[in-house]
């Protein structure tokens, strides 16, 4: 089995340069047979990258350690769920996994514009192929995943994934933003094609529009997902460390925040064609850049088990894909034209092009921070860190203009604003904010923070009550769009106000989709803002001891220690008390797993509300003595950051949601995939039969047949007691 | 259930492997016929400019109910994307063979069924009543094109050899579902002699 994944990886690599190469002639020459060999040739990419990724997932499903992939990041007693998130675990695993994302949505992507932008597609197929064939160049010769054990000194048991990926959502995580880097290729393939063709009109926008989207929305999760780790597992209490990793996949995520506000200003102006154009190379080249960096061992950082031996290959990768792309660039500079003036800088083209510069600047900030202390390093031999009060100095308060223009965005018009539209669209929602931010920063101080016992910085101080204020405005701002919308629409259609924002939300999904991100994007601020008011401590107690953190007073009650099938968790129950009340019992401990005793994990307990999350990590702990040291940490409005992260999922959705013509689109041609759907179906079943008998007498269950005997066999319940 | 999936994709990689060598050796005139004619690139960037600037009148009426932007600019913008548009639907009826073509199609069509069609047997007028007529008129409001009298598919209709689809205008140069270019037909020929063989 090993070798036919091998086989597939190599087969695949043939398929794409033959691909691209056959795309190439299409492109050039435009002739009816290439057209249609170069589509099919994205298919039978697809085809083989999945067959690899089929056999390696079957290789972890049915424990075959004669794998060394399998026996590093898997074990017979992990579960089906951390099974499967061990496919991603490591780095091969990983990068199989980003060149299918790839070869699927090339795949999707064909299959949507198979009778549209004629003049496109085989160039976006050939770019697409290209990069795959990088990436399977990379597997193949760099970081083959189904390399086999030489001698027979198989490990029977495998050594299991990295307990400190065995949750939920770090199982989630590397998916999310693998998909993110991943489908950025096709954005920038349209792009490219826009390049080559010469092919400047808005169609490369159109055509691109959602597709830029899509790498967006997952690299959002993808951080999302990494901050809720980082807050549940690592015991820091924070949620972003700007770690360089952290920071390789953030740097894309603002570059395509710039590109989706400024393609909607060549969509209505025709403005910003090069800008845009250099934006998507950009966003892609940094996806490179962020994998080279991170995999390449050139940062250090928390993720450092991402780290191997092909940074080089990403290195060589990304100089073809910045040479490449600003040679067609320059070849195209002048075609691109002159540029639409702007009419007046008090205009929605200018706030958006304020937005992109604020973007651009706050990522090479960002990249600046990151990659300094190593130039330095390399260029004079002294080190230098950058923690997050450097990056926070910067940061905060180009966030907080963002945050204003965020407002402003949404209500300024067009072209120009005339001193009657100023009164009308502006007076009111400023009024509101000077009015409303100040008075919600003093009911909460007097009514909690105060409580808390922390006195922020004058600084801190005002960027909280900025943020807050400029919050207030933002959201003025689209309640008031979306009530005067309704009004109208309601009045011109004889339709209630709900009735009318729902059909408004139903035509138009970008813009009130985008509102219901900015949204997100508001609470993850005020999340943001309560950061001015986190208190944190570092105590070590005797059983019976208690501390006092902000109006808290936390009582170490006692140790005890839990047995489970694949860890054994050392627990301290905390009482929390306020005002001489008992208000709950916190269990904070640490976790060893079986397969990996020496690296033991933390397991925060936190008690989380929309106005505070009381924090408590178990540190270490003496068995003897029953000494324990603890973190503590009251952080407010946390949970505000994952409302804000689900309210930016919604939004994105409704912004993704097809319309009827799309989904007419993805009704096949008739006759030809019914066609090409019964002749597989009848191959796979012909072909597949006699091997799904014998999988099914093998197998009973999606386990191995060990762990159901040690199943039958354990009869003990999981015990507690005194370590 | 993993190995069905591979054997599955390996199926499904030998078909597209197949589809993808296929139009390379055939013999066939048709598969080799060059798709990407002037024509038809031009014809799909123009419709996609034509959406597109229709896309922003409606984004601009919109603006302009939430005061977001100014009279004078509303009018100015407005003329801009209307005539952007209306001259992409210029350009996209000339592609066609220049505006009326399809009027002076049916018009052909319309003669040559009344040479083959036979003497209609005269029947007394029924009065319709106010339902079938709201009817009628709702079937006639909802049909994009009506050619004069009545269509049998066999005579005036031909079958497009991409899509599939049998309905399209015998003397269409594309067809009116997918826009593949349609097999050139003789229309000065077609009115005086029926060509049925021709239709496939």
Redesign the interface.
């Known amino acids: 089995m090993p070798n036919?994944g091998t086989f597939a990886l190599y087969?695949a690599l043939y398929?794409c340069i033959i691909?691209a190469a056959?795309s190439f002639v299409a492109g050039r020459w435009?002739?009816?047979?290439?057209?249609?060999?170069s589509r099919?040739?994205a298919?039978?990419a697809?085809?083989?990258v999945?067959?690899a990724s089929?056999?390696l997932?079957?290789a972890l499903?049915?424990h075959d350690f004669s794998i060394q992939y399998v026996a590093k990041f898997s074990d017979k007693t992990m579960p089906l769920f951390y099974l499967i998130g061990s496919f991603w675990g490591g780095q091969a695993g990983s990068l199989l996994f980003w060149t299918s994302v790839v070869a699927s949505t090339t795949a999707a992507c064909v299959y949507v514009n198979r009778?549209?932008?004629?003049?496109f597609m085989p160039w976006v197929i050939a770019i697409c192929l290209s990069v795959m064939a990088g990436l399977l160049a990379i597997l193949c010769f760099g970081s083959n995943p189904f390399e086999t054990y030489q001698v027979i000194a198989d490990p029977t048991k495998g050594q299991g994934l990295n307990p400190l990926l065995q949750t939920p959502k770090m199982v989630m995580h590397p998916p999310s933003l693998l998909s993110g880097l991943a489908t950025m290729t096709i954005p920038y393939a349209f792009a490219m094609a826009a390049l080559i063709t010469g092919?400047f009109?808005?169609?490369w926008v159109?055509a691109a529009r959602k597709w830029i989207i899509i790498p967006w929305f997952f690299l959002s999760i993808g951080n999302m997902l990494g901050g809720m780790w980082a807050y549940e597992e690592l015991g820091w209490g924070g949620y972003w460390a700007w770690d360089p990793v952290e920071n390789a996949a953030f740097f894309p995520w603002l570059m395509t925040s710039a590109l989706i506000h400024s393609i909607m200003i060549q969509?209505?102006r025709g403005m910003l064609r090069r800008w845009n154009i250099a934006l998507m190379i950009s966003s892609f080249a940094l996806t490179i850049f962020g994998t080279y960096i991170t995999r390449s061992g050139l940062i250090q950082s928390v993720h450092s088990f991402a780290q191997s031996e092909i940074g080089d290959y990403f290195l060589v990768l990304l100089i073809a894909v910045i040479v490449v792309s600003l040679a067609c660039f320059a070849w195209r500079w002048k075609d691109l034209g002159v540029q639409k003036r702007l009419d007046s800088p008090a205009s929605?083209e200018a706030a958006f092009i304020f937005n992109n510069w604020m973007l651009v600047t706050m990522t090479v900030v960002v990249l600046f921070g990151t990659m300094w202390p190593k130039i330095k390093e390399g260029l004079f031999g002294s080190e230098v860190s950058i923690g997050p009060p450097w990056f926070n100095r910067w940061m905060v308060p180009l966030g907080i203009l963002l945050l204003l223009l965020m407002g402003i965005g949404t209500?300024?018009?067009?072209?120009?604003t005339?001193k009657a539209?100023f009164k009308?669209?502006f007076l009111k929602p400023t009024l509101a904010a000077l009015a409303i931010g100040p008075a919600l920063v003093a009911t909460y101080w007097y009514g909690r923070g105060a409580a808390l016992g922390v006195t922020p910085t004058p600084l801190d101080a005002t960027y909280a009550t900025l943020t807050v204020t400029f919050a207030v405005f933002a959201v003025t701002t689209m309640v008031a769009?979306v009530w005067?919308?309704a009004r109208?629409r309601g009045a011109a259609h004889d339709e209630s106000i709900s009735m009318a924002i729902m059909q408004m939300a139903s035509k138009?999904k970008r813009?009130y989709g985008g509102y219901i991100v900015h949204l997100g994007i508001v609470a993850a601020y005020i999340a943001f803002a309560g950061n001015a008011l986190k208190i944190e401590q570092d105590v070590s107690l005797m059983p019976g001891e208690s501390i006092t953190i902000g109006d808290y007073t936390l009582t170490y009650e006692r140790l005890r220690q839990e047995t489970q099938r694949d860890k054994v968790i050392t627990l301290a129950d905390v009482s929390a008390a306020r005002g001489g009340q008992r208000l709950y019992t916190l269990a904070p401990g640490q976790a060893r797993f079986n397969a990996r005793r020496n690296m033991p994990t933390s397991e925060i307990d936190i008690k989380t509300t929309p106005l505070e999350d009381l924090y408590v990590a178990l540190v270490s702990f003496d068995r003897t003595t029953k000494a324990a040291a603890f973190k503590v940490f009251v952080a407010p409005f946390t949970w505000w950051f994952w409302l804000g992260g689900t309210i930016l999922i919604f939004g994105t959705l409704l912004c993704l949601w097809p319309s009827r013509d799309e989904l007419d689109v993805l009704r096949p041609?008739?006759?030809v995939f019914a066609r090409?759907a019964g002749?597989?179906l009848v191959?796979?079943a012909l072909?597949?039969a006699p091997?799904?008998l014998?999988?099914y007498e093998s197998h009973s269950e999606?386990s191995s047949a060990e762990r159901l005997l040690l199943a039958q066999s354990d009869d003990a319940p999981d015990t507690r007691g005194a370590p | 259930m993993t190995l069905a999936l591979i054997a599955l994709f390996i199926a499904f990689t030998a078909y597209a492997i197949s589809r993808m060598i296929a139009p390379l050796v055939s013999q066939d005139d048709s598969a080799r016929a060059d798709l990407l004619s002037e024509d038809l690139r031009q014809s799909e960037e123009l419709s996609s400019l034509k959406a597109m600037h229709k896309a922003s009148l409606r984004d601009l009426e919109i603006d302009r109910e939430l005061e977001k932007v100014t009279e004078e600019d509303y009018r100015q913008l407005k003329r801009e994307h209307e005539s952007r548009a209306v001259k992409a639907m210029r350009e996209l009826d000339q592609l066609h063979g220049g505006r009326g073509w399809q009027s002076r199609v049916d018009a052909a069509l319309a003669t040559r069924r009344a040479e083959l069609a036979p003497e209609p047997i005269k029947k007394p007028k029924k009065k319709k009543t106010p339902e079938k007529v709201a009817a009628e008129k709702k079937t006639a409001k909802a049909s994009t094109h009506e050619p004069v009298g009545a269509l049998e598919p066999s005579s005036a209709m031909v079958t497009c050899p991409s899509c599939g689809f049998d309905r399209v205008d015998a003397e269409a140069s594309f067809c009116s579902r997918c826009g593949s270019p349609m097999p050139a037909l003789d229309v000065s020929r077609s009115t005086s002699t029926p060509s049925l063989s021709e239709v496939n």
């Open positions: 036919v087969a398929i691909g056959i435009g002739q009816q047979r290439f057209v249609l060999a099919f040739s298919y039978a697809f085809g083989a999945s067959v089929s056999v997932m079957h499903l049915t009778r549209s932008y004629q003049d092919n009109s808005n169609a159109k969509e209505r929605r209500i300024i018009p067009w072209r120009r005339t539209a009308s669209q769009d005067r919308a109208a138009q813009r041609t008739p006759g090409a002749g597989v191959l796979a072909s597949s091997l799904a014998y999988t999606w």
